[in-house]
């Protein structure tokens, strides 16, 4: 489906009912907008390693021990910390064979019960997320090159990127109750 989907509301005014909303989703709109910045530089950053692991290689039979490893740790940073920004879009991929069929307070229900499972199991992955970060922290984890670079690094990115997206998600549940206590 490539034409808007009327099953979405407005993102910019989902919260505007509820002044605590509304302040706590602009928060969270401009750490998302800062993240994005920087994921792109993380991006741009990795190609950047990427390309001179190649050269290097080839033109002077370098030994490379470390790019492949910061870009990896780059695009799991960036991955993990711009999902919170494209779900608050509603960007995540979604099945929509139901949007035509369904009426509109049928599909706000379908929606609102897909961010309560997604909250759930973004939560058991958030969990497990700072476990490990807090494991590899704790025993000081490496990674088994020789470069040998702190796991807790790619670990606390994907926590905390986790952590954004269960909040989000948890304003994307809450903001339909206070636009109903409103009316």
Known sequence: MHAPLTDREDPSKAATGNKLLAAFDSALAFMNQTIVVFAAVALITACAILSYSVLSRALFH????????????LLVGATFMTSAYVQ???GHIGIEAFVGLLSP??????????DLASLLFCAF???????????????GQV???MWSPPLAIPYGLMACGMTLLCVQIALQLVTPFSAAARR
Request: net charge neutral; aromatic share 18%.
């Open 62 to 73: 370098a030994a490379n021990y470390w790019q492949d490893e910061a870009a990896v740790f």
């Open 88 to 90: 608050g879009q509603r």
């Open 105 to 114: 307070v049928a599909n706000r229900i379908r929606l609102w019960l897909v």
């Open 125 to 139: 992955f958030t969990w497990k997320s700072w476990t490990l970060a807090h494991e590899a922290w704790t025993d």
């Open 143 to 145: 990674s088994n090159s």
